[in-house]
C-alpha cells in the first residue's frame, strides 16, 4: 500500500479511541412524572444516567414494574468492551505499519462481526430485563413487556423510551468508512 493509504489505516484505528471518551449509545425517556426526562448513556465500560440521578430514578421504575435493577458492575460486557476495542486499535494499527492490504478486509470483517454480536447482546439485554419480570412487583399489568426499543422510540405505559446511537457508535463507524475506503484505494497501487 502506498503512505497515504497506510497512514488512512492508522487514522481509521485511531479514531476508535473516540468510544472510550463518549458514549456509544443512549436510552432516553420522557414521562409526565419526568418532564425533563431521564436516561442513560452506554459508554465503552458503564451505563450511566444522563443526569446524576437519573439510574437511580430508572432503578426505582424498574423496581416497580418488576424488572432487575441495572447494575454496570455485574455486566460482563462492559468489562470486555475496552479490551475488544483495544485490540482494534492495536491490531488497526499492526496493519496500517505493514501495508498489507488484505489485512485491511479481515480487520473489517472482524470489526462487523463484532457489531452485529454487540447489537444482538445489546437485544437480548433488553429482552431478559423487559420480559424477565419479578412476579412480586407492586405495579403488574397482565401481558405487558418493558423491552426498550434497540433502534427508536416505543411507548412503554406512559413513558416513551428512546434508544439511539450516540458519538462514540459514529466514530466506530466513521473508523469503518475509513478503513474500507483506504483498503478500495489501495487496490489502485
Avoid: C
Avoid at 503512505?3 to 443512549?26: D, E, F, N, Q, R
Avoid at 425517556?29 to 451505563?47: F, K, L
Amino acid at each position: 500500500m502506498k503512505s497515504s493509504h497506510k497512514l488512512w489505516m492508522a487514522v481509521a484505528a485511531l479514531l476508535l479511541i473516540g468510544v472510550y471518551l463518549v458514549p456509544i449509545w443512549s436510552i432516553s425517556m420522557e414521562a409526565p412524572q419526568y418532564p425533563e426526562g431521564i436516561g442513560m448513556n452506554i459508554t465503552v465500560n458503564n451505563i450511566e444516567g444522563k443526569q446524576p440521578n437519573d439510574l437511580k430514578n430508572i432503578n426505582g421504575l424498574n423496581h416497580y414494574i418488576g424488572m432487575k435493577s441495572i447494575e454496570p458492575a455485574s455486566i460482563p460486557e462492559l468489562q470486555l468492551m475496552p479490551y475488544i476495542f483495544g485490540f482494534l486499535i492495536i491490531s488497526g494499527l499492526i496493519i496500517a505499519a505493514t501495508g498489507k492490504r488484505t489485512l485491511i478486509l479481515f480487520w473489517l470483517g472482524i470489526f462487523i462481526l463484532l457489531a452485529i454480536a454487540g447489537l444482538v447482546d445489546f437485544y437480548l439485554w433488553g429482552y431478559d430485563y423487559g420480559h424477565n419480570l419479578n412476579p412480586d412487583a407492586p405495579i403488574k399489568v397482565p401481558g405487558m413487556t418493558y423491552q426498550p426499543p434497540l433502534l427508536g422510540s416505543k411507548q412503554l405505559l406512559n413513558i416513551n423510551a428512546t434508544s439511539l446511537p450516540h458519538l462514540g457508535f459514529y466514530f466506530a463507524l466513521v473508523s469503518m468508512g475509513i478503513a474500507g475506503w483506504a483498503w478500495w484505494k489501495s487496490g489502485d497501487d
